[in-house]
T-cell receptor, first 114, second 116 residues
Framework: AQKVTQAQTEISVVEKEDVTLDCVYE???????LFWYKQPPSGELVFLIR??????QNEISGRYSWNFQKSTSSFNFTITASQVVDSAVYFC???????????FGTGTKLQVIP | DGGITQSPKYLFRKEGQNVTLSCEQN?????MYWYRQDPGQGLRLIYY???????QKGDIAEGYSVSREKKESFPLTVTSAQKNPTAFYLC???????????????FGPGTRLTVL
């Protein structure tokens, strides 16, 4: 069975601080895919990144960066110089690929205080 | 613009009534999905469909039904058999790569259903 754990339920930071959202996953598959989604107050989930299990390169996109470590089964997400617009619920997710089911974590609510 | 639409945004129903939630996509995606979101529980899969006229149960299909008569449409019916239907419902679609790799799912804006 697949499982995604986001231990941080809620995080509050002051604007311009850096913040890291943790994601730990469990799977017996050798090939799998990891995702991060952002859910702003409007409710729609916005795709942020997909990572394949065979690609452990970290990725940076503007103020966002992702650290994938297979050795610790973690896929952490860091926002640098946080902004109020970053306030949202962030979900980490795991899939086997193809049409297989996506398993979502319970989400981390990030509040950026101006 | 391509995307996924869900209607209505807010829906109220009386206990014991069936209600149908709409989901339409113009992304030409093959697969479509329905999720339910409750506070503190993340997203749980209700049903999914890989192709027209075919669909499979997810983790919490009891009390729900779907149809996939057109590629663009995947309506969800919440029946009176659903014990606790009040929730936020999200529809998604994806188009897996021909190599078998997995493309991300794109989500609609959601429908918030309240049973009175």
């Amino acid at each position: 069975a697949q499982k995604v754990t986001q231990a941080q339920t809620e995080i509050s930071v002051v604007e311009k601080e850096d913040v890291t959202l943790d994601c730990v996953y469990e799977t017996r598959d050798t090939t799998y895919y990891l995702f991060w989604y952002k859910q702003p107050p409007s409710g729609e989930l916005v795709f942020l990144i997909r990572r394949n299990s065979f690609d452990e390169q970290n990725e940076i996109s503007g103020r966002y960066s992702w650290n994938f470590q297979k050795s610790t089964s973690s896929f952490n997400f860091t926002i640098t110089a946080s902004q109020v617009v970053d306030s949202a619920v962030y979900f980490c997710a795991l899939s086997r690929g193809g049409y297989q089911k996506v398993t979502f974590g319970t989400g981390t609510k990030l509040q950026v205080i101006p | 613009d391509g995307g996924i639409t869900q209607s209505p945004k807010y829906l109220f129903r009386k206990e014991g009534q069936n209600v149908t939630l709409s989901c339409e996509q113009n992304l030409n995606h093959d697969a479509m999905y329905w999720y339910r979101q409750d506070p503190g529980q993340g997203l749980r899969l209700i049903y999914y469909s890989q192709i027209v006229n075919d669909f499979q149960k997810g983790d919490i299909a009891e009390g729900y039904s779907v149809s996939r008569e057109k590629k663009e449409s995947f309506p969800l019916t919440v029946t009176s058999a659903q014990k606790n239907p009040t929730a936020f419902y999200l529809c998604a679609s994806s188009k897996p790569e021909t190599s078998g790799a997995y493309n991300e799912q794109f989500f609609g804006p959601g429908t918030r259903l309240t049973v009175l």
